[in-house]
């Protein structure tokens, strides 16, 4: 059986382009958020924060006032 392959092209309207922006930006702040606070606790405890710590804080820092607008893209997205 051979594999095949497609290519497809979108053409998102100004809305979608708008949610791809926001959910991109709001993916590239969680993961480096994150890898900061990783870096950070190995550094001073020499320890690993794992995947349900994780979890638990974005649900709590999406409740702050400052980070309201993680609340606007897919949640999926930012797990």
């Not at 606790?41 to 320890?47: C, G, I, N, P, Q």
């Not at 980070?67 to 999926?76: G, I």
Request: charged share 30%; hydrophobic share 35%; glycine share 2%.
């Amino acid at each position: 059986m051979a594999n095949k392959a497609y290519k497809v092209r979108i053409y998102p309207n100004e809305e979608q382009k708008i949610l791809f922006a926001k959910t991109f930006g709001s993916c590239r702040f969680v993961y480096n958020y994150f890898l900061d606070r990783h870096i950070k606790l190995y550094k001073e405890e020499e320890k690993s924060i794992t995947y349900y710590d994780m979890t638990a804080e974005l649900t709590q820092l999406k409740k702050q006032p400052e980070y309201e607008w993680l609340n606007e893209v897919p949640a999926v997205a930012l797990n």
